[in-house]
């Protein structure tokens, strides 16, 4: 019987050996980093060692508050920001609209890649300065949206600061694999480019952003300090980006291409090579993951928090997606681990089920 193959990347990749190796050393240095004595003094070292090296594999030269994960960074960042207004885009992942509910929210135009502009600076202009939050990648359709794209992120933070505000990035699908945009908060998570479950981290331009609030982590969140954690994503940042993976950005981008052709594809503007959206033409997105998932292929229909409900996904709904389309809709993602032999099974057999 041939193994399975796992295209859920976007959801959880496997753990790199090299995090792996880094959280064993980090378990062997087992005191509470924040306690005085000799062996905490040690736990404290390794820690602000990974917070320098996470900094310097993703190029960033703020600040870095490590956190549980993607859902607590962002709630801290939309909660804890000196700014009275939160404005997030539509297509933003749920842990955005569970950390801000009552956010406003600025539309983004049928099938594009950004926020409606003019929306964007109406609702910056309307009271008191904002935080905007936006994803880098989205995560259900691998769309690159503005603030993935240097240029583009450049002008829309200008555009956000002029107005008094604070750009908020999501870089959750995009953290490991591209650079960073140009964001005052970055969003990152381990557990996305082969670290460990359990530990990600906000980026911070400046301290004085921040609202503090805990005990831990330069007085901006609370609980003890995840040492093993912190190692392990700083060895899996380090093991490398996307040019370090099995398959190169051609196999990838064909591999899309490939399913495309035999699906229906959905695009949405510019597309990263390591997350699609594909519509079958006729089965039900829920069918073909039973169906796939008895072939040995584990995918899923939208993000990992909310693929597990029968409910159209917002997301699609707010990229303009029609609903018999979204209903037929799985999301295929790739990883650091993920072989061209795998993507070519794969493709045989979603071809297979068209």
């Not at 018999?324 to 070519?344: F, K, M, N, Q």
Request: glycine share 8%; hydrophobic share 45%.
């Amino acid at each position: 019987m041939a193994e399975r193959v796992y295209l859920d990347h976007a959801a959880t990749s496997p753990l790199r050996p090299e995090a792996k190796a880094a959280m064993e050393e980090g378990l062997r240095l087992w005191a509470n980093p924040s306690s005085p004595h000799a062996e905490g003094r040690k736990a404290r070292a390794a820690l602000e060692d990974a917070r320098e090296r996470i900094k310097a594999a993703l190029g960033w030269e703020g600040e870095l508050i490590f956190t549980s994960g993607a859902s607590e960074a962002l709630w801290i960042a939309l909660n804890r920001a000196k700014a009275k207004r939160r404005i997030v885009s539509a297509v933003e992942h749920d842990a955005v609209f569970r950390a801000a509910p009552d956010a406003e929210v600025v539309p983004v135009p049928l099938f594009g890649a950004e926020p409606d502009r003019e929306a964007l600076a109406a609702a910056l202009a309307q009271g008191e300065p904002a935080i905007f939050a936006l994803q880098a990648i989205n995560s259900e359709t691998g769309t690159m949206m503005l603030v993935a794209r240097w240029e583009h992120s450049l002008a829309l933070a200008q555009q956000v600061r002029e107005a008094g505000g604070v750009l908020l990035a999501d870089c959750s699908q995009s953290a490991g694999k591209k650079p960073l945009p140009d964001a005052d908060m970055i969003v990152v998570s381990a557990h996305k480019f082969g670290g460990p479950i359990g530990i990600g981290a906000l980026l911070v331009r400046d301290f004085a952003m921040l609202q503090p609030g805990g005990g831990h982590e330069r007085g901006y969140r609370q609980g003890t300090e995840n040492l093993p954690g912190a190692m392990g994503m700083a060895a899996a940042l380090e093991a490398g980006d996307l040019n370090s993976w099995a398959t190169s950005e051609a196999e990838r981008l064909d591999f899309g291409l490939a399913i495309w052709a035999a699906g229906e594809r959905i695009v949405l503007g510019p597309q990263c090579s390591h997350i699609f959206a594909v519509a079958h033409p006729t089965m039900s997105a829920q069918a073909l993951l039973i169906r796939l998932d008895a072939m040995g292929f584990a995918v899923s229909a939208g993000s990992a928090c909310s693929s597990g409900t029968l409910k159209k996904s917002r997301v699609l709904d707010a990229f303009g997606v029609p609903d018999d389309v979204a209903a037929r809709t799985i999301r295929v993602s790739l990883g650091w681990s993920t072989t061209p032999e795998e993507l070519e099974r794969f493709a045989e057999a979603w071809a297979s089920l068209c």
